[in-house]
């Protein structure tokens, strides 16, 4: 899995050879939060609706301080998990709380 940041500060997350298949949003999120906090972010993957947010999207990345967050936009109309598998890519937006 590799990560990479456009001007906006949006993550475009691209399947590398020999990544695992990921099976749900839940582990995606863990994955990626994985990841950058190696990188040395400060990051916990939290459901936007149990965090105190009128959105229901299941899962979001979030800095501790409550800084800013990474999500994703479409989760309505589909499911991070599967594009990732199927494209080999993905899309987290930034927001700054």
Same mark, same amino acid.
């Given at each position: 899995?590799?990560?990479?940041?456009?001007?906006?500060?949006?993550?475009?997350?691209?399947?590398?050879?020999?990544? @695992?298949?990921?099976?749900?949003? /839940? =582990?995606?999120? !863990?994955?990626?939060?994985?990841?950058?906090?190696?990188?040395? $972010? *400060?990051?916990?993957?939290?459901?936007?609706? @149990?965090?105190?947010?009128?959105? /229901? =999207?299941?899962? !979001?990345?979030?800095?501790?301080?409550?800084?800013?967050?990474? $999500? *994703?936009?479409?989760?309505?109309?589909?499911?991070?998990?599967?594009?990732?598998?199927?494209?080999?890519?993905?899309?987290?937006?930034?927001?700054?709380?």
């Amino acid at each position: 899995m590799r990560i990479t940041q456009d001007e906006f500060k949006h993550l475009l997350i691209e399947k590398e050879e020999g990544d @695992k298949r990921i099976y749900t949003e /839940s =582990a995606f999120f !863990y994955a990626v939060k994985k990841l950058l906090n190696e990188q040395g $972010y *400060d990051l916990v993957k939290r459901n936007m609706e @149990k965090d105190g947010h009128m959105m /229901s =999207a299941p899962y !979001y990345l979030r800095d501790r301080k409550w800084r800013y967050c990474w $999500y *994703d936009k479409y989760y309505a109309i589909s499911d991070i998990a599967k594009e990732y598998n199927l494209n080999g890519k993905a899309i987290l937006n930034y927001h700054e709380l």
